[in-house]
């Protein structure tokens, strides 16, 4: 059985569950509860995250939270066999007001944690990005809009995350961690 942590916060509002049933993604869009701080921020939200164990499912990993009041962070979950996460946080006013949110996750064999692989923030007031996220088993994207503008721009974001390295291409970014090969 799994249980919401607070009155009201709409705990299983979105769930997704990998086609091996080994992840189960459940959010809680108004949850003001992260962990251990407790009735912090109103309607933050959350997103729990369980891994089908012999004694059966047990959270893996921190439970995710919004940043801000109102965030609604939970309010759609996606879950792919390999383990990408997917949340919407339809009213995430960080970049606009109630523009809206996802952010996608991965989860750190070594340090046992969720992190943020990458954030798409909305690109206007009130459009509510977040409504609704899906991603494949095989963690395949499909990209929707309705102007090929925006199309572009999203493609180019996701592309960036998931592109082959090429000999030869020079990227920028940040060097996170350095590990040995042999």
Do not use: C
């Not at 995710?64 to 609604?72: F, H, R, S, T």
């Not at 960036?160 to 291409?169: F, K, L, Y």
């Amino acid at each position: 059985n799994f249980f919401g942590n607070n009155s009201g916060s709409k705990f299983g509002w979105s769930v997704d569950l990998t086609t091996n049933a080994e992840l189960l993604a459940i959010g809680v869009p108004e949850s003001n509860n992260i962990g251990d701080l407790v009735n912090t921020i109103n309607d933050r939200g959350a997103v729990y995250v369980y891994s089908k164990e012999a004694e059966g499912y047990e959270l893996k990993g921190q439970i995710l939270g919004g940043d801000d009041q109102g965030d609604i962070f939970g309010w759609s979950t996606a879950i792919s066999d390999n383990g990408d996460l997917v949340v919407g946080s339809r009213f995430d006013s960080d970049d606009h007001s109630a523009g809206g949110n996802v952010k996608v996750y991965n989860f750190d064999e070594g340090t046992s944690l969720w992190t943020l692989k990458q954030n798409f923030p909305s690109r206007q007031d009130n459009e509510q990005f977040g409504w609704a996220v899906d991603i494949t088993d095989d963690g395949e994207v499909k990209i929707y809009s309705e102007d090929s503008a925006s199309l572009n721009a999203a493609m180019d974001a996701v592309t960036a995350i998931v592109a082959d390295p090429e000999p030869g291409t020079i990227y920028d970014g940040k060097v996170v961690r350095i590990v040995d090969f042999g």
